[in-house]
C-alpha cells in the first residue's frame, strides 16, 4: 500500500492516519468479529457524531469484537487511492474494508447515500446486495434516515431500526453463533429478522398500482414481521456510555465533550421527524451525567462541555445539573454549552450560568416568522417569548444572536415568509432599545432559513414540497425586507432540499437512480463545492423516473406509504389528527401536561409514558 507516500499530496491528511488518544488496539490474533463503522462523510463530520462515539467503544468493549472506523475520502484522497489501486481502508489498522465480517452505515442525511455506494465501490464490495458473494462481509445500515429504509432497500442487507446500544449486542451474538456453524449468509438473517428493529429487505415484496403508487407490501418469509418494530432504550441510566472518547488530532466540528440529557421531546413540532421516532422521552439522571462528565473531563482533557438533546430546557434536571457541572467545570475554565434552548425557556439565572466561563454565541429557533405559522407547524412559542429573551440576552452582555426558520411550510403565505424579515428586525430594535451600558457594542443577528423537508413519520408527511422556484422566490421575500446592516441572513440551496425530499420520502424504485449517479460522479453533495443537480437531473431521465413523483404532489390519507413497514410506536391515526389541526392552525399541549395520545403508550411507553 503506497499510502504514505499519497499522505503527503493530499489534504487534511489526519483525515486517515487515526493513532488518536483513546482510539482502541487489539490484537487481532484474539478477535473472532472485525466491525467496520462507516460513517459517509468526511473524518471531521463523522467524528463529531454522538452515535459513532457510543458505537465504538461499545463494540469495543466485547473482548473479541474489533470495531474500527472508516470515512468517506475527500475528492483528492479518492482519486489518489483509485489511481493506485488502493482500497478503502479503516483507520485503526489500514485493512481493506472487504476483510471485514459487517459493514455498518449509520444514515445521518439522505444527501450522503451516493457516498455510500461510492465507499462500497471503493471496497470493491458490488454495492447491489444481489450482486454480492458469500465471501463479502455483510452490509447494514442504521440511524434516523434508516426509518425509510426503502431508497436504500437494494443495497442493504439488513437494517437497524431504532436505538441500537442494546440491539447490536444482541445482533453481534447471533453473528459469533452463525459464524461458528458455517451455514450459508441468508441463515443468519433468518436468524436476526426475529430480532425487535431488524429489517431484512430481501424478506419482503412491494408491488405497485398503475399511478406508481405502492399496491402492497407483506412479507415473503415467515420469520419476517408484518412490521418491524424499532427498538429503544427504556433505562437512560443503565445504557451505555462511553467515559473515554476518542480526541482527534485535527479540529473538527463539535469537538468537545457531550452530554447526553434525554431522548425523544415532549413537545410535538409537526415539522420534525426526530421529536417523533425518539418518543417517548427518556432522561438521565443529574447524578449519572455528573459522573460521567467528571471522567471525560479527567480522560479527555477537553475545555468544553456541550449538552445534548432535542430541546434542552426541557430536561427537568436542568437546574442541577448546570450547578453540578459548574462546580467541576468553573475553577478548570472549562466552558458550558446549551445548545437547542427554547425561546419560551430562557432566563437570566441560565444566561449566567452557560457565560461563566466564556460567554459563547446564543441560538434561537422559532421556526416561522408570523404566530399562524408557528401554531401550525405547533411550535408553542410567541413573539413576546422572543424578545423578552433576547432582550435579556442583550441587557447580559451578548451582542450575536444567530435565529433560525424555516420556509416552505404547509399553508405557508408570502406574508408568512416576510414576517421572517420583520421578526429580525424587532430583535435589532430590541437591542437599540436595552440600556447602552448593559449592551455590547456589534450587534450581529444573523437570519438562517433553511426549505422544509416533508419527512416520514411526521405530520407533514403527506404534504407537497415547494419545488425550486417557489422557494427561491421566498428567499428573497425575505432578503427584500431585510433593512437593517447588523442583520446577515443565510439561506440554504433550493435544489439540494428538493432533492432530499426525493430520497426522504422515497422507495426502492430509486436504488437505481442513486447507483447511476455515483457513476457518473455525484458524491459529496452537502458539500457546495461538490454539489451536481444537472447530473443528478440527467439521472432520473435516464432511469425514467419523476422525481416530482415523490415531492411535488399531496399524498392521500388511502396511500400506502414505502416506510409504512416500519413502526416507530407513533400512530398513523395520531398523524393524521396533527395534519389536520394544522391545517386549521390548532395547537397540542406538550406531553408532560396532557398526553396526546399519540401511540408511544401502548407501543411499550417509558420516559414520561410511565
Known amino acids: 500500500m503506497n499510502l504514505d ?34 460513517f ?33 475520502p475527500w475528492v483528492d484522497m479518492e482519486e489518489k487511492m483509485r489511481a493506485e489501486n488502493i482500497p478503502l481502508f479503516s483507520i485503526e489498522t489500514r485493512t481493506p474494508v472487504a476483510d471485514f465480517d459487517i459493514i455498518g452505515f449509520t444514515l445521518q442525511y439522505e444527501m450522503s447515500y451516493t457516498n455510500i455506494i461510492n465507499m462500497l465501490d471503493l471496497s470493491g464490495i458490488a454495492p447491489l446486495r444481489e450482486d454480492r458473494t458469500e465471501d463479502d462481509p455483510f452490509v447494514y445500515a442504521g440511524g434516523p434516515c434508516a426509518y ?108 468537545r465533550i457531550t452530554l447526553e440529557l434525554f431522548r425523544g421531546c415532549i413537545r410535538g413540532c409537526r415539522f420534525c421527524q426526530a421529536g417523533m421516532i425518539y418518543r417517548p422521552v427518556r432522561e438521565k439522571s443529574p447524578k449519572r451525567l455528573l459522573a460521567l462528565a467528571e471522567k471525560l473531563i479527567d480522560n479527555t ?189 443565510n439561506w440554504h440551496e433550493a435544489q439540494l432540499s428538493v432533492l432530499e425530499g426525493v430520497f426522504a420520502r422515497g422507495d426502492r424504485r430509486l436504488a437505481k437512480v442513486l447507483l447511476r449517479a455515483q457513476k457518473l460522479g455525484v458524491r459529496f453533495d452537502a458539500w457546495h463545492e461538490c454539489f451536481q443537480y444537472d447530473l443528478w437531473m440527467e439521472t432520473f431521465r435516464s432511469e425514467g423516473i419523476d422525481p416530482d413523483f415523490y415531492n411535488r404532489r399531496e399524498r392521500s390519507y388511502e396511500e400506502i406509504l414505502p416506510w409504512e413497514i416500519i413502526d416507530p410506536g407513533v400512530s398513523r391515526a395520531f398523524l393524521e389528527r396533527e395534519n389536520e389541526k394544522a391545517k386549521r392552525g390548532e395547537l397540542t399541549t406538550n406531553c408532560r401536561d396532557k398526553c396526546s395520545g399519540c401511540g408511544v403508550k401502548q407501543f411499550g411507553g417509558g420516559g414520561v409514558c410511565d
Open 301 to 489: 482533557g477537553y475545555e468544553e462541555i456541550s449538552m445534548s438533546s432535542l430541546s434542552t430546557s426541557d430536561y427537568t434536571g436542568l437546574e442541577e445539573l448546570t450547578e453540578g457541572l459548574l462546580e467541576l467545570t468553573v475553577d478548570k475554565k472549562i466552558n458550558l454549552s446549551l445548545p437547542s434552548l427554547r425561546i419560551d425557556s430562557f432566563s437570566m439565572d441560565l444566561m449566567q450560568k452557560v457565560q461563566k466561563v466564556r460567554k459563547s454565541g446564543l441560538t434561537f429557533a422559532p421556526e416561522a416568522g408570523s404566530q399562524r405559522m408557528r401554531d401550525v407547524i405547533n411550535k408553542g412559542v410567541t413573539e413576546e417569548d422572543l424578545m423578552r429573551s433576547v432582550s435579556l440576552a442583550f441587557a447580559g452582555g451578548y451582542s450575536g444572536v444567530k435565529l433560525y426558520f424555516m420556509i416552505g411550510l404547509p399553508t405557508e403565505t408570502k406574508e408568512d415568509v416576510q414576517a421572517i424579515a420583520h421578526l429580525a428586525e424587532k430583535v435589532v430594535r430590541a437591542y437599540k432599545e436595552t440600556p447602552k451600558h448593559l449592551r455590547n457594542k456589534g450587534l450581529r443577528v444573523t437570519v438562517s432559513a433553511s426549505s422544509f423537508v416533508p419527512k416520514p413519520f411526521t405530520p407533514f408527511q403527506w404534504a407537497a414540497q415547494d419545488d425550486i422556484e417557489t422557494l427561491r422566490d421566498k428567499q428573497h421575500w425575505i432578503k427584500d425586507e431585510i433593512h437593517d446592516k447588523a442583520i446577515v441572513y
Open 148 to 255: 425509510n429504509p426503502e431508497p436504500l432497500a437494494d443495497i442493504m442487507d439488513f437494517f437497524m431500526i431504532g436505538e441500537s446500544e442494546e440491539q447490536i449486542i444482541e445482533v453481534m451474538d447471533a453473528y459469533r453463533k452463525w459464524k461458528q456453524s458455517g451455514r450459508p449468509k441468508r441463515a443468519f438473517l433468518e436468524d436476526i429478522v426475529s430480532i425487535r428493529g431488524i429489517y431484512v429487505p430481501e424478506f419482503y415484496d412491494v408491488s405497485y398500482n398503475e399511478d406508481g403508487t405502492i399496491k402492497e407490501m407483506k412479507p415473503n418469509h415467515p420469520k419476517a414481521p408484518a412490521r418491524v418494530q424499532k427498538q429503544y432504550v427504556r433505562d437512560m441510566d443503565a445504557v451505555y456510555y462511553p467515559d473515554n472518547i476518542i480526541v482527534p488530532n485535527m479540529e473538527i466540528v463539535h469537538d
Open 40 to 72: 459517509p462523510d468526511v473524518y471531521e463530520i463523522g467524528m463529531s457524531h454522538l452515535g459513532i462515539k457510543i458505537l465504538y467503544h461499545l463494540l469495543n468493549e466485547q473482548k473479541d469484537i474489533y470495531c474500527e472506523r472508516v470515512f468517506a
Open 5 to 38: 507516500k499519497i499522505l503527503k499530496e493530499v489534504q487534511k491528511p489526519a483525515r486517515y492516519v487515526g493513532a488518536e488518544y483513546n482510539s482502541v488496539h487489539k490484537e487481532l490474533a484474539e478477535v473472532y468479529i472485525r466491525f467496520a463503522f462507516c
